[in-house]
């Protein structure tokens, strides 16, 4: 029997406001309001299935998305709120009037006001708007039928935590966007002020250190491989991927499933607030997304007026030069107690000033007021309102080639490749997404040719920077490119094949070694900006966990990896995905041991000596897997991360086998440490790395051959603070299953802080997709629910979930009545 859950209809007034004042989506169909109901009807099932997945069916997009906001908010509602508050610029209101809050407050006040939530909502499609209100509807309905005292006891009760609206969820999605541009630089833009004495409330932070790792893709990541028919034992497409977030936050995970018989039918998750499928499959095809070294933004160097620091010296096109205004933009936000602060952004006409010293103090001298130059940045995924439209499409894809052309056509992934695979036994990567349209050329006039230090120096940390003084330095635009200033599909990355294609967060270059794309492609697209000197530019070293996934295939094509045969079946990529190995071990430890058996005696930090027998030994006995009762690899991850081995190789130092673009998977290899070469220093540097490593261990009093699970844990605070032992290690030690931890202030490791998220792996047969899946922090981060560490512990044995697609396997799996959801 269902359980039906019925509603008079009711609209927020914001909501009424935007449908029929802003949006003209609802007309007056009588004189009288009084008589006349313009809000819409909402009408879902959800069914859920074993570990909380709910699978929606409903008549129309309205009803998809009131069904999935409902089951969203049942299981996840405080992390929505919290990040809605953030999105709105409200978090000194809520959460304290600190610098810090009040930073982020003053740019996203800024940034996403009503306008530019409207311009999103009114750039969606019918349908994708109809999902966008259903979804803020049965978010807002669960609170209302719930109460706010009697969610999550994580926010319960909250002042913060209210009904929602289409206008919330666009903030959220405009956040979304900015993840590759602007929102790194929120401190430098809203700390950019033309001569002035500071404001004490707005000063920068004692510890502020501008982060690369995001914009660069360092630290994170995911993976996914796309298999073709040739190396698939169905002949069948197959999809890996492992997407590493954090665990918690807006780019959290959520699993489900949406159904309109005869017009969608799609399987996966997406992250909070999203109304689609971000990751997942349909009928006939898979795919996975990992975060793309393409750049989404550049800086621009402007060339002030020596009178005026409000104004800029700006050549167009016709040769004019011209005064151009820095405009402020004053922002006001609230804090506690009904009170207020202020702040300014100044925009030019490429976007937000930046106050690049805070990017990097070596470039003081050409800061805003300290000289005759000034930054500004322009964002490219800030300026595309098409994400959810993208996703929307991409749900609804046919195979792999009709993916492609719905990437081309949307073009509206913000900063994510995309990995696929189809029942026709095809495979894709693609890195289809908004990239500012600089081209090689371009980039060598309006930065490399010029002579510049600041936009040199930006170019060689992985910084996109041009000159701000002509329009010749103005991106450009393509015929094919549905917003101006971004590449075209005809100039971004593609690889169909039906051999393979991989991924982990590495340029486009090297998907698959057999079939190295070496396109005259735009510079943006590549994690190292300037040309490598190789015979391809995008030729440069890769990382550690690149060479591991792609080496992992290679061992199964060839049969060396155990697993039996020589293609893949979906149970042994599931195993190719948890091996856990240590690509750095396996590339330095042999020549490690052999020195530190010889000359046990190990600098540390200091000046002083410890005598490394036991650490060695311990590594030594190491199985250089990352496995829960793996028993030494934290003093070899202490080890790799003090040595910085990724590090060395990108420096072309360490190795005595250089870089080989045309061996680029083993190379650099051998490590300089048994008899120095060209750099005297790394053989030292190498055994105080393992010294300080072993030293640290000693310290804290953690046994040198301690199991990783007894170390690395999640916690169920469900059940009294069980702590479930995890497996997976560093991306930087070239571990393909990243899960990230740390050791704190105190000497004791935490819970895992991010890793695997939302894993799948997919294949086909005769009757449709065949997923097994996993999400690895589970469903629910409320200790209160039945779907808060189930998956965990799942992921902790190394097992899947059979996910149910058909009505008949939802059927076989359901728990619980259906409910009907009415409004």
């Not at 499409?393 to 792999?400: D, E, H, R, Y």
């Amino acid at each position: 029997m269902n359980r039906v859950l019925f509603r008079h209809k009711r609209l927020g007034l914001a909501v009424a406001l935007v449908s029929v004042s802003s949006l003209g989506l609802v007309a007056c169909g009588s004189d009288n309001d009084n008589n006349v109901d313009s809000s819409p009807s909402y009408s879902a099932t959800v069914q859920r299935t074993e570990f909380g997945i709910p699978h929606i069916v409903a008549e129309d997009y309205l009803g998809l998305g009131y069904g999935l906001g409902y089951s969203f908010a049942e299981d996840n509602i405080c992390s929505l709120a919290n990040e809605i508050v953030t999105a709105n610029g409200q978090r000194s209101l809520y959460f304290g009037d600190t610098p810090g809050n009040n930073r982020s407050d003053i740019f996203y006040t800024w940034y996403s006001d009503p306008a530019k939530q409207q311009e999103l909502l009114g750039a969606q499609e019918p349908e994708v708007l109809d999902a966008i209100k259903g979804y803020a509807a049965g978010y807002s309905r669960y609170l209302r039928d719930t109460g706010v005292d009697n969610i999550d006891p994580t926010c319960a009760g909250q002042p913060w935590v209210q009904e929602i609206d289409e206008l919330d969820l666009a903030a959220v999605y405009n956040k979304g966007n900015l993840r590759g541009g602007l929102s790194n630089f929120v401190t430098p833009i809203v700390l950019a002020a033309p001569p002035a004495p500071a404001v004490a409330s707005l000063s920068v932070p004692e510890d502020y250190e501008f982060d690369l790792s995001t914009i660069n893709v360092t630290k994170g990541g995911s993976n996914a491989y796309a298999l073709g028919a040739d190396v698939t034992e169905n002949g069948r497409g197959m999809l890996y991927g492992n997407p590493h977030e954090p665990w918690q936050g807006v780019q959290r995970f959520y699993e489900f499933h949406l159904t309109i018989p005869g017009e969608i039918d799609v399987m996966g998750a997406g992250q909070q607030g999203q109304p689609f499928v971000n990751i997942g499959f349909n009928k006939d095809v898979a795919w996975s997304h990992t975060v793309s070294t393409a750049k989404r933004f550049t800086l621009y160097q402007l060339q002030l007026d020596a009178n005026d620091p409000l104004k800029y010296n700006y050549t167009n096109a016709d040769g004019v030069l011209e005064k151009r205004d820095i405009v402020p933009n004053e922002v006001t936000i609230q804090v506690p107690g009904g009170g207020t602060r202020t702040g300014t952004v100044y925009t030019s006409h490429f976007g937000p000033m930046l106050a690049i010293e805070l990017v990097n103090g070596e470039l003081a001298p050409f800061a805003w007021g300290n000289g005759a130059t000034a930054f500004a940045i322009r964002d490219a995924a800030s300026e595309n309102p098409r994400g959810i439209n993208q996703w929307y499409s991409m749900n609804k894809a046919t195979g792999v080639e009709d993916l492609e052309a719905r990437l081309k056509e949307t073009l509206g992934l913000p900063f994510i490749n995309t990995i696929a695979a189809d029942r026709f036994g095809k495979a894709m990567y693609a890195d289809i997404s908004t990239v500012p349209n600089v081209s090689a050329a371009k980039f060598f006039q309006c930065n490399l040719s010029l002579g510049q230090p600041a936009l040199l120096g930006l170019a060689q940390s992985g910084v996109a920077a041009l000159d701000g003084s002509r329009a010749a330095c103005e991106w450009d635009s393509d015929d094919d490119s549905p917003q101006a200033g971004i590449l075209g599909g005809a100039n971004l990355p593609v690889l169909i094949n039906e051999t393979y294609s991989t991924n982990s967060n590495d340029s486009y270059w090297l998907s698959n070694p057999d079939e190295p794309l070496n396109g005259d492609f735009s510079p943006l697209l590549r994690r190292n900006l300037l040309p490598s000197g190789n015979t391809v530019d995008a030729a440069y070293p890769r990382i550690l966990r690149t060479r591991m996934g792609i080496v992992q295939v290679q061992d199964r094509l060839n049969g060396s990896d155990g697993l039996g045969g020589n293609k893949f079946s979906l149970r042994k990529l599931q195993e190719v995905g948890y091996s856990n190995r240590s690509y750095a071990a396996e590339l330095v430890l042999d020549d490690v041991l052999s020195d530190c058996f010889a000359n046990p005696t190990l600098p540390v930090a200091g000046g002083g000596t410890l005598d490394g027998t036991d650490g060695c030994n311990a590594l030594a006995n190491w199985d250089r897997r990352n496995d829960v009762g793996s028993r030494g690899a934290h003093v070899f991850r202490e080890f790799a991360k003090n040595a910085d081995f990724q590090g060395m190789m990108a420096r072309g130092k360490g190795f005595l086998v250089g870089f080989d673009e045309n061996d680029p998977v083993n190379t650099p290899r051998n490590l300089d440490i048994i008899s120095p070469a060209e750099d005297p220093d790394s053989r030292l540097a190498v055994r105080q790395a393992l010294g300080d490593a072993i030293q640290r261990f000693n310290d804290l009093g953690i046994a040198l051959d301690e199991q990783l699970g007894v170390l690395q844990y999640e916690v169920d605070a469900g059940n009294n603070g069980e702590r479930i032992p995890m497996h997976g290690g560093s991306g930087s030690e070239g571990v393909f299953n990243v899960l990230g931890t740390r050791i704190n202030d105190q000497g004791e490791y935490t819970p895992a802080t991010a890793g695997p998220t939302y894993m799948q792996t997919v294949t086909f047969d005769d009757e449709g997709p065949v997923a097994e899946a996993l999400l690895a922090f589970s469903q629910s981060p409320d200790s209160t629910r039945p779907f808060h560490r189930d998956q965990t512990r799942r992921y902790s044995e190394e097992n899947w979930i059979a996910l149910p697609f058909s009505a008949a396997e939802v059927a076989a799996k359901a728990i619980g009545e259906p409910l009907t959801l009415t409004e």
